[in-house]
């Protein structure tokens, strides 16, 4: 993923990141020993879905330190994970909390439940970046790149056997956010 997302950065264009994005995550998907569909569901895979690219939901956001707080996020297995928000990325559209993950090797988080979740996108929300997964498109003009035509489903949306942390209240917007994966139709 760190690859798929280094390739992400270096292209001009959006939307040919996004369709070779699109197109790799498919791959691993269907072919990956660690993917996270079931393997007895691999071969007749179709996703995963995303809506088409839309450039309106590539957003340039100023991020504004805020007081560092320390987080029990609640995980997908019922457990907690620990995080620390750190920051708040406000763009045109939307803002959100940034948190720095303390176990299982650190990294930016930043995940993302807006009015499609539950609809038609995984309830629990989406992630946008996840820095421990290299995912997270840099920086443009001094402001964190906020694509969330890249916001993808965590890997326990698919599978039990795999724990993730659910989004928090801070990062639950009204907005309605048809971009990135979303649920088969």
């Known amino acids: ?27 691993l998907f269907t072919t990956h020993p660690q993917s996270p ?12 879905y995303v809506w088409d690219y839309d450039p309106g939901w590539r957003l340039p956001a100023a991020v504004e330190a805020a ?9 997908s297995d ?9 920051a708040r990325a406000h763009t045109e559209r939307l803002s959100l909390d940034l948190f720095w993950l303390e176990s299982y090797g650190g990294g930016l988080f ?5 009015a499609t ?15 421990i997964k290299g995912a997270d498109l ?9 694509d969330l035509n890249f916001a993808y489903q965590p890997s326990c949306s698919y599978d039990p056997r795999w724990t993730c942390p659910l989004t928090p209240p801070g990062n639950r917007v009204e907005v309605t956010v048809r971009a990135g994966e979303r649920l088969p139709a």
Do not use: K
């Open 110 to 114: 930043v995940p993302l439940a807006d």
């Open 37 to 48: 569909i079931p393997e007895a569901e691999r071969a007749s895979y179709g996703g995963p």
């Open 117 to 131: 979740s539950g609809a038609e996108s995984y309830g629990a929300g989406r992630y946008v970046l996840d820095t």
């Open 1 to 27: 993923m760190a690859e798929l997302y280094a390739e992400v950065r270096a292209c001009e264009d959006p939307r040919v990141a996004h369709a070779r994005w699109c197109a790799t995550r498919r791959q």
């Open 138 to 146: 840099g920086t443009q003009d001094g402001r964190l790149v906020l």
């Open 67 to 75: 007081p560092e707080q320390a987080f029990e996020l609640p995980a």
């Open 78 to 86: 019922g457990a907690t994970m620990r995080f620390v928000r750190f």
